[in-house]
Structures are given as C-alpha cells and as structure tokens.
C-alpha cells in the first residue's frame, strides 16, 4: 500500500491543488508537508471520534453552512445559532469551533439528543 506522504507527492505532480478527505484526522497536515500545491481539508478523521476513533473536523461542511447563514441574512454579525445535532457529528463541531471565532455572536447553544456518545465530561 502506498503511504500518505507517497500519495500526496504523486498527485501534486498532476494538480493545482488538493483536496483530502481520509479517515486519519492528521491526513491534510501529512499532504501539506509533502506537496508543494495547496492542501485542502476535505473533512478528514472519524465520525465517531467517542467510540475510538481520530477525532476530526468538517471545514467544507462549515463553510458551507456559512455562506448559506450570509446569503440569507447579508451578514455574519450578531448571530444567535441552535444547534440540535450529536456531539459526534464532525459538521456540528466544526461550526461550534468556526462560529466562536466572531465576536457578534451573541450565543451558541447545542441541544443534544437523550442517547449520545460522549462522556460526561465532554457534555
């Protein structure tokens, strides 16, 4: 099997940029050192992070869910979002993590459902 950094090398040859979605959270980081075009975060590491697997991130999902929230409202100023989502979901998280980088967010409440993955101290 050929390894990451092998893959990354290869297809940096043939594109102006890349694109990885892999089930290894640290795959952008490992693509992003070796090849020598722009690497993009696809959404890479487990969906269940809770049940053993590499804990990661959704950035397209987010920044879609960003330009849909600007398109509609004009703006990214002085939002007040409710999430209803698991803990475990990579696009929950990822916009939870974007969305407390804007200082007119007003709050970011979560609501999870009654059976979830997470340990008491990630509620």
Known sequence: AESLEDTALMVSYYADIIVVRHPEASAPYIFAEVADIPVISGGCGSI??????SSGEHP???????YTIYKKRGNLDNLTILC???MTSRATTTLCYSMSIFNSCRAFAKILPVKTHCSEQEL
């Open 48 to 53: 269940s992070a809770f049940k053993g697997g």
């Open 84 to 86: 209803n989502g698991n």
């Open 60 to 66: 397209t999902q987010c920044l879609l869910d960003l």
